[in-house]
């Protein structure tokens, strides 16, 4: 068996993904030069870039709190075709006449708020036990399921007639291919430019971001020497509050509890 892969270094990288590789292309890489454990807190489909979180080491196990954050992207979209994939990736399965700018404005307004929108066949969700763009290289066509989105903001850059450039703040989960085919249209690009509090502006790929300062968004409780040992021998602290909470000791991050009933559980221990 290979040696499992080591805890340290431990902590966030912020990584400026170029459109091409893969999202696990760069975990690889990240992976490889450092000889730590590595995985991504959300993917980029290879056509996108922009920022993409990779955690390192111990780290890794916060992924669960990063996933779920909300995005900001720019994108482009093609309001003249729709493609198989809602990508250029894929095949145009219609075309059409784009609407006039008035129309468009009109698209935009009713895709704002709480929105269904159908999941792309070229994605990771698994259908009847299979990922969908297994089964869409296959070419079998099935029906895709929907998925309630959030679209916090849905702004018009610029239209010239046939693209429109759009930028948009959505809920985690949320396929901007989706949305691009609910206009009418594909996109040609997509860049992400935040994930929660992180910003692709600071997207360094030598700099690693301590695990207190990577899930610095929770709430944060800070410990004494005899709750840290409470903490890692698996017992709960007296506390109030709901939910993901920090768990701190001179800085560092001890573990992220789950607060509820006057009690702060650990639910994720790091080493």
């Known amino acids: 068996m290979p040696p499992p892969r080591a805890l340290s270094p431990s902590g966030l990288v912020l990584v ?15 992976r490889s030069r450092t000889g730590a454990r590595a995985g991504h807190a959300g993917t980029l489909d290879p056509f996108a870039s922009g920022l993409l979180l990779i955690l390192l080491g111990a780290a890794t196990r916060l992924a669960r709190y990063l996933v779920g954050l909300d995005k900001r992207y720019v994108t482009e979209v093609d309001l003249g075709a729709r493609t198989s994939t809602g990508d250029p990736e894929g095949q145009v399965v219609e075309q059409s006449e784009p609407p006039a700018r008035e129309e468009l404005e009109r698209r935009l307004a009713a895709l704002r708020g709480e929105v269904e929108l159908r999941i792309p066949q070229a994605s990771a969700v698994k259908v009847d036990g299979q990922r969908a763009y297994r089964l869409a290289r296959r070419g079998i066509e099935i029906e895709m399921p929907v998925r309630r989105s959030r679209i916090d903001a ?4 610029a239209y010239d007639g046939a693209r429109a450039q759009l930028d948009l703040r ?8 989706s949305l691009a085919d609910a206009l009418g249209g594909h ?9 929660g509090p992180f910003r692709l502006a600071d997207a360094d790929e030598d700099r ?4 207190a300062e990577a899930v610095s968004f929770l709430p944060t409780r800070l410990l004494d020497a005899e709750e840290v040992r409470l903490v890692r021998s698996g017992r709960s602290l007296p ?10 000791r001179e800085g560092s991050l001890v573990a992220v509890g789950r607060a509820g009933e006057s009690t702060i559980r650990p639910e994720t221990v790091l080493p």
């Open 239 to 248: 506390g109030d509050g709901e939910g993901a909470i920090g768990l701190v």
């Open 154 to 157: 849905l702004e018009l850059i």
């Open 16 to 30: 400026d993904k170029p459109p091409g590789p893969s999202s696990f292309a760069l975990v690889r890489d990240l």
């Open 208 to 211: 690693l971001v301590p695990p």
């Open 187 to 195: 996109c040609t690009s997509l860049r992400r430019l935040e994930v």
């Open 170 to 177: 959505v809920s985690s989960g949320t396929y901007v291919r």
